[in-house]
């Protein structure tokens, strides 16, 4: 089990058994011969128990929140050592941000930027630990991420995380013209990408010069093949019906689910940039990507999807050893290079 998984594993567990959360009934599968070995070992482990917590008050998802952000941060030292990249924090527009920065910076890259949006349901991620996979990013990748700390339910539902993704956005747009920024994130952060390439669009704003949403949560409500299918499959979120749900209703505030800032999936995405979208197929969000790069397609948008064996949520980049992971961010970095001035 990677070091990360491990810590957060151990994290839920305290908190989710205590409030008797229930074990899985997983469905079993052969293991696949056709990926990495470390990926192999991923796939091998048993679905989390905390899949199935439902807080039950705004001081347990707080509290939920607080164990995933200690148990992140106790690892992330390591893995910055790892990337070799520095990590500051500041606040741009009045939003907290860290940007990350590799130790050796291109030139051609060195105007760019990439702006990144962590993962976790929109209630998990909060602080720097939401940052593993910006510094996947930039260590693997050789960019320049500014990694954005947004506002979260239960204190903050929705709009606060999509105007501070937006005022952030804009405050760089004064300093760096939109050719040369690119936005990806993971999950939520997929979701978050795309809401706000949507919003920008209908403010008026240039749009980023290509964006990189991967399992993208593009649909809050179940709706799509593999929220099924791949139900007790993926070992990561196993299943809509546990603490994702909860979620998607905490962060919408009221507002319906369907509402294309919330589920970008029933957006107009026509004049979207260049898309590059990832996911796995044991991954719950399979369906919520594939129905975006199509609606992309189908818009005539630029849009690629790469979809890896035996892979479940976001498990790209929970192992940087994993050459999936590797080939994940170098596919990321030269998407970004290919697309951005």
Known sequence: MPPVKKAL?????????????????????????TVSPELRAMIAEKPPAYWNFHPKNEQEWKDWAARFASAADQYLPQLRGKMDVSVTSEKIGGVPVFTIAPKVVQNADAS??????HGGGY???????????AILM???????????????????PNPATLDDAMTVYRELLKTTPAEKIGVFGTSTGGGITLALTLRAKAEGLPLPAAIAPGTPWTDLTKTGDSYFVNEGVDNILFSYDGWLGDAARLYAGGKSLKDPLLSPVYGDVHGFPPTLLTSGTRDLFLSNTVRMHLKLREAGVSADLIVFEGMSH?????????????????ELARFFRKHLK
């Open 123 to 133: 209630v998990l991620g909060a602080g720097e630990s939401g940052t593993q996979e």
């Open 138 to 156: 930039a260590g693997l990748g050789g960019f320049r991420v500014i990694s954005v700390d947004y506002r979260m339910p239960p204190d903050f």
């Open 112 to 117: 760019r930027i990439l702006l990144h949006f």
């Open 9 to 33: 594993f151990a994290a839920f567990l305290t908190c989710t058994l205590a409030a008797g959360a229930q074990e899985p009934t997983t469905r079993h599968f052969p293991l696949p011969d």
């Open 314 to 330: 976001a498990q790209y980049y929970m192992s940087a050893d994993a050459p999936e992971a590797q080939f994940h961010f170098s």
